[in-house]
């Protein structure tokens, strides 16, 4: 069955999130229906696209029947009621292994229970149809050494869907699902967002529980949504939103009607350009440039007020995430590590973003007329010329650099700079300076 929402017969697999949820609501489309045309879509156009890890068809029937009968009973949940989702691998779905696309854990037993996100989805009557491809651990970029290849993007297959919430971008994309969940560290949701031509949001750091997610970085992860339009991610954003004692960064706040507060119009909002960002700290390509001047235009003809605005160099805050996450991250890792030396081979390969660094003082100090931290900027061997970096690496006796201990959250900023600089130290002649991936 087809259904016709804006006056035009489309396919079941194109419909959003909002769509399918006032065609469930009618009675013009059943969730059955639907599940069982996107499991058809996946079966014939992922073995190309490699956007899932693992499918569960049967249980998704079964889910989908399940909301069928609720709802026909008067007993809807609500706008996901009924609706298909994808999850990403680094998200436990109880029932199914979480594998964070990697050779470490190809191996490891079904999740016992669902992530705090994927609950809370099945709460809202939301459909699992599988895990989703990342990048391995999600960090790095896509790798073809691994027990899974990497996500391609549908709107060609040689291009990068960017990451590392790859799979989630291009099935959303493809109308493998109306919507997913995705992670975002430094961009993995907003990145493969913008590369596959959908709508991401990264909520506010605490506004979505991560517990029952494979940490990448405690201080950055966030878990939210990717979808075919704003509306869809508010729908999402609803259902999953709110504090969770389970999730040490979770915040205690009350939770809006995100699609009420949705409008036509942006008048009275101020929207601060940082244009210096992709113009002179990193400057992008002509043609991004030319698509965010478009995007601003909309947002000016809408009503909103835009202001040039300077901050710290992007190079700056690339250099304290590095820091940061890539400590992080590695006292995670830490029991693998030891136990496989080379294995996840994406962080063997991420021992050497520890290059550059910003100084927590520089950080701190108020930025002259250019945007820069007080002081005159130094430029370590290899960056790119006319790129402002601050060094912290001091040439010295080489430390005996061991494994930082895994007490993640008590591990302070001066605690986590004083290991940057004795890891840079004792890596000094293998490190190239440079940015770090997304997370």
């Known amino acids: 069955m087809n259904v016709d929402v804006t006056g035009a017969t489309t396919g079941l697999h194109w419909l959003s999130v909002a769509q399918a949820a006032r065609a469930i609501a009618h009675r013009e489309l059943s969730p059955v229906e639907l599940t069982q045309a996107l499991l058809d879509r996946i079966q014939r156009l992922d073995p190309k696209l490699n ?7 049967d249980a998704a029937l079964q889910a989908a029947l399940t909301a069928e009968t609720e709802i026909a009973a008067g007993r809807a949940r609500g706008p996901l009621h009924g609706v298909p989702v994808g999850i990403k691998d680094i998200i436990d779905v109880a029932g199914l292994p979480t594998t964070g696309h990697s050779k470490v854990l190809a191996d490891s037993p079904a999740a016992t229970a669902d992530a705090v996100c994927v609950s809370k989805l099945r709460q809202a009557g939301a459909i699992v149809l599988g895990k989703l491809s990342t990048h391995e651990f999600a960090i790095g970029g896509p790798s073809h050494d691994l027990p899974w290849p990497p996500a391609r993007n549908p ?39 913008s590369l596959c031509g959908v709508v991401g949001l990264m909520p506010t750091f605490g506004l979505v529980s991560r517990a029952g997610v494979i940490p990448n970085s405690y201080t950055f992860d966030h878990c939210g949504p990717l979808a075919r339009s704003v509306e869809d991610c508010a729908l999402v954003m609803q259902a999953i939103a709110g504090f969770d004692p389970r999730d040490a960064g979770s915040i205690k706040r009350d939770i809006p009607d995100y699609r009420a507060a949705l409008r036509q119009d942006l ?12 113009e002179e700290d990193l400057p992008a390509a002509e043609d991004v440039r030319t698509a965010m001047e478009e995007a601003l235009h909309v947002l000016k003809s809408l009503g909103a007020e835009l202001e040039d605005c300077h ?19 590695f006292s995670i890792h830490q029991p693998d590590l ?12 991420h021992q050497r973003p520890v290059c550059v660094v910003v100084e927590h003082e520089q950080l701190l100090a108020p930025p ?10 130094d430029t370590a061997g290899g960056a790119q010329a006319g790129r402002p970096v601050r060094r912290i690496a001091e040439r010295r006796a080489r430390p005996r650099v061991r494994a930082h201990p895994a007490r993640h959250l008590a591990v302070t900023r001066e605690a986590k700079l004083r290991l940057a600089r004795a890891f840079a130290a004792a890596h000094a002649d293998n490190v190239t300076p440079g940015r770090a991936n997304a997370g």
């Open 311 to 329: 901050v710290h160099s992007l190079q700056h805050y690339f250099d304290i995430k590095v820091i940061i996450a890539e400590t992080e991250i």
């Open 51 to 57: 956007a899932f890890i693992r499918v569960d068809g």
């Open 338 to 349: 030891i136990a496989r030396p080379h294995q996840p081979r994406v962080l063997v390969a």
């Open 267 to 278: 008048q009275g909002l101020r929207i601060g350009v940082l244009r210096h960002n992709l």
């Open 368 to 377: 002259d007329d250019h945007g820069e931290a007080g002081g005159q900027a």
């Open 155 to 193: 709107w060609h297959l040689a291009h990068f869907t960017g990451g590392s919430s790859s799979g989630s971008g291009a099935a959303v994309a493809a109308g493998l699902v109306p919507m997913a969940l995705g992670s975002d560290t430094g961009g993995s949701i907003r990145g493969p967002a």
